[in-house]
């Protein structure tokens, strides 16, 4: 079967659409599927591309220009039209993978499906709150996302979701639905622990925005006392301290408060965070446990750092109550409240070197056991067969 995946990921980059892209790419590739990738890669645009034996293709203007930002948005459906012909010249299409693609582009799709006895499967992956934006209700992307969700993806779809919500959301719809959590290749992805006998390292990677609950992190360290705090070193990567303050509304004092046992690194490399993660004995996450967002997603940081060994502290979102359990693979945060994280962090401190190694080994074990693509090959092959 010759599989088509048309995305606005950047495949085949490190971002987390692309990651769990390539995962299924891999599931299709070893079922004995051809796949083809239409994406957005910052390289040479409509010409053929090779990763990994895969081949893909970029309707991506490689100007970084806002104007062209864009007109890649606008153009997309007849630059996509054209990359969809000249392929259907040699070989039918059988299947299309789509994951969100601008409205225009979705119709188009449709359409080519119905007149081609084409089938189409949609990768949900969030399902957005007001709170997220700016604008709420009123955000554009935010009601792009409504629509896409309650209207666009009808019943000519198979639906892949990462998390129950959506599962059940659109099994409620009569629209086919599968749950495979995040995927990745914990084969690929190293862990050379590093734990700390005398003081506590965490790690938080990411961009935070609104999502992620930075406030109740920070300000859950100053309610511990000055020598527990002297015992945490506590890393912030992806956020600069402007941020801290004006987008994840960080008490200024708080930061001050807790000034010895913080290093904020700001963005860097993807490489050079696995090797914070080697020496961090957590990563940390808290969202909240009511937002549609947090539910209906599934956090790829969690899964990502359980894979390099490295257990988290974390409430309870989405699918998490599944994998994680607390004093095993995790600390558990009773709430999304500075409190809950203070005395989760005094359960981390009480732990021994022995204690967070054994820690590390269950947590790598747990991404082997249920966020490694192979584990859902049989599944997949099951559910494109219907």
């Not at 599944?322 to 409190?339: C, F, H, M, R, W």
């Amino acid at each position: 079967m010759r599989i088509l995946i048309v995305t606005i990921d950047q495949f085949p980059s490190g971002d987390a659409g692309s990651v769990r892209l390539l995962s299924f790419c891999e599931i299709l590739k070893d079922l004995g599927h051809e796949v083809i990738v239409i994406g957005q890669a910052d390289v040479q645009p409509y010409v053929s591309h090779s990763y990994r034996g895969f081949e893909y293709f970029s309707l991506r203007s490689v100007s970084k220009k806002y104007s062209s930002r864009i007109m890649n948005y606008i153009g997309n459906k007849n630059r996509m039209k054209k990359i969809i012909t000249k392929l259907s010249e040699t070989k039918k299409i059988d299947s299309i993978l789509i994951t969100l693609l601008p409205i225009n582009s979705l119709f188009y799709l449709k359409k080519l499906a119905r007149r081609n006895n084409i089938k189409l499967f949609h990768d949900s992956v969030e399902w957005f709150s007001p709170q997220n934006f700016k604008w709420g209700f009123l955000s554009i992307f935010y009601l792009i996302n409504e629509l896409w969700n309650r209207v666009l993806i009808d019943p000519q779809f198979s639906v892949i979701s990462i998390s129950s919500f959506l599962d059940n959301h659109f099994s409620a719809r009569n629209i086919r639905s599968i749950r495979i959590p995040v995927i990745l290749d914990t084969r690929e992805i190293a862990f050379r622990k590093h734990t700390n006998s005398d003081r506590l390292e965490i790690l938080y990677a990411g961009s935070p925005a609104k999502k992620d609950y930075l406030k109740e992190v920070i300000e859950g360290m100053t309610l511990l006392n000055e020598e527990e705090r002297k015992r945490i070193k506590l890393q912030l990567i992806g956020v600069n301290l402007h941020q801290l303050v004006g987008q994840c509304n960080v008490n200024p004092n708080h930061i001050k408060i807790c000034k010895e046992s913080l290093q904020i690194v700001g963005r860097i490399p993807r490489e050079e965070v696995i090797k914070y993660l080697n020496s961090a004995d957590f990563t940390v996450l808290i969202r909240s446990s009511k937002l549609r967002y947090a539910k209906a997603g599934f956090p790829t940081k969690v899964a990502e750092s359980l894979a390099t060994a490295t257990p988290v502290i974390c409430n309870l979102t989405s699918d998490l109550g599944l994998y994680l359990k607390d004093g095993e693979n995790s600390i558990i945060v009773e709430s999304a409240t500075a409190y809950s994280f203070m005395i989760a962090l005094r359960k981390a401190l009480a732990l021994s070197k022995d204690d967070k190694q054994e820690m590390c080994h269950k947590a790598r074990q747990t991404a082997e056991m249920h966020f490694d693509f192979n584990i859902y090959t049989k599944q997949m092959e099951k559910f494109l067969a219907i």
